[in-house]
């Protein structure tokens, strides 16, 4: 008797909304952790410097291709793209006017980044619309970078095909500033780097923006399968 007077007890009809409450917050903040990590990850992506500190290379499967760089077969506007795989050379990325001619790799690692540039495999793929976001160390592959200049010319290579940039413009920014590397509606090309200075910031960025002005895709039987 004396249980159920308790059981009946104002307090504890009082209390239980507030019991189930706190249950069902830990439950969504448990179930919240795995969309939060995942988000942190996306977020970072195109930063280097937090691949080189976080990025995990166990398992990575690097493949060094050949990539196709005096192609003078027949070409066309329009033509199909090959998606490489995670760790894949895939291109290079070449501007005469500053002596670059770089490999590019598919995806962010501390591993790659030793092998060349990266390109963050959330951006868009050379051939298709949107953003294609190029990065890489500024005391190795894109120590040059920053002798770019408006109306410089820069090139990326692939085995299906050659594009051709226009530098717009430079621009500078900080390490978590995704301004310059979010998606976009126009079809451009963003490098980027570290800024050189000795008594600068280490998430101080500088980069370029550069329009795409030519497509060529190979269609003739130079091509290697």
Same mark, same amino acid.
């Given at each position: 008797?004396? @249980? ?37 990850? #996306? ?19 690097? *493949? @060094? ?5 005096? #192609? ?42 030793? *092998? ?87 998430? @101080? ?21």
């Amino acid at each position: 008797m004396k @249980d159920k007077k308790n059981r009946n007890h104002p307090a504890v009809h009082y209390a239980t909304p507030f019991i189930l409450l706190a249950l069902c917050t830990g439950i969504a903040a448990a179930a919240m952790v795995r969309p939060a990590d995942k988000l942190k990850v #996306y977020t970072n992506i195109a930063f280097m410097d937090d691949q080189k500190i976080t990025g995990d290379d166990t398992g990575l499967v690097i *493949r @060094d291709n050949e990539i196709i760089s005096d #192609y003078s077969g027949e070409t066309s506007e329009t033509g199909e793209v090959i998606r490489p795989q995670f760790g894949e050379l895939f291109a290079t990325v070449y501007s005469p006017s500053i002596g670059l001619d770089v490999p590019v790799y598919w995806g962010n690692s501390a591993e790659l980044f030793e *092998r060349g540039a990266c390109q963050s495999s959330g951006s868009a793929l050379p051939g298709t619309s949107g953003n294609a976001v190029i990065s890489a160390h500024v005391d190795t592959f894109f120590a040059d970078l920053s002798k770019l200049k408006p109306g410089d010319m820069v090139k990326l290579r692939t085995n299906y095909g050659e594009f051709e940039y226009e530098v717009r413009t430079a621009v500078e920014f900080k390490s978590n500033n995704n301004k310059y590397v979010n998606p976009s509606e126009e079809d451009i090309l963003t490098l980027y780097t570290c800024k050189k200075d000795v008594l600068g910031s280490a998430d @101080d960025r500088i980069g370029f923006i550069c329009d795409l002005k030519t497509s060529r895709f190979y269609t003739g039987n130079e091509v290697e399968g």
